[in-house]
């Protein structure tokens, strides 16, 4: 048996030749990893519709659902979030005061419809 030439192994163990031709024009695309999916900012737009159509009431529902979230995931060792405030009791002392601003916004809403 003959041996294989490093060079020749080299150029076997590269893309294949099928992945130089382009597909045609209609043809889907893969997505790249790297390509940006701003699925956040249409979580933020309907949060922020929700909070708007509901009011505080929205916002107490949220904050409780993330708090519990991260009370829950905390307890499982969670110390680190990909959340911008990263610090799990941070992000559970942002989620709070939201909640107690919505509790807040909620009662003040109510006194003023009664009275």
């Given at each position: 048996?003959s041996?294989?030439?490093?060079?020749?192994?080299?150029?076997?163990?590269?893309?294949?030749?099928?992945?130089?031709?382009?597909?045609?024009?209609?043809?889907?695309?893969?997505?790249?990893?790297?390509?940006f999916?701003?699925?956040?900012?249409?979580?933020?737009?309907?949060?922020?519709?929700?909070?708007?159509?509901?009011?505080p009431?929205?916002?107490?529902?949220?904050?409780?659902v993330?708090?519990?979230?991260?009370?829950?995931?905390?307890?499982?060792?969670?110390?680190?979030?990909?959340?911008?405030?990263?610090?799990?009791r941070?992000v559970?002392?942002?989620?709070?005061?939201?909640?107690?601003?919505?509790?807040?916004?909620?009662?003040?809403?109510?006194?003023?419809?009664?009275?």
């Amino acid at each position: 048996m003959s041996e294989v030439p490093p060079e020749a192994a080299a150029i076997a163990a590269g893309p294949k030749p099928s992945s130089f031709i382009e597909p045609p024009s209609g043809a889907a695309q893969p997505e790249s990893a790297a390509t940006f999916d701003p699925l956040r900012l249409c979580i933020f737009a309907t949060i922020s519709m929700l909070g708007w159509l509901f009011g505080p009431l929205t916002v107490v529902v949220f904050a409780t659902v993330g708090f519990l979230g991260y009370w829950k995931a905390r307890k499982a060792g969670l110390t680190r979030s990909k959340c911008y405030l990263r610090d799990t009791r941070l992000v559970l002392a942002y989620l709070g005061l939201f909640l107690a601003a919505g509790i807040w916004g909620v009662v003040f809403f109510v006194l003023r419809w009664l009275g």
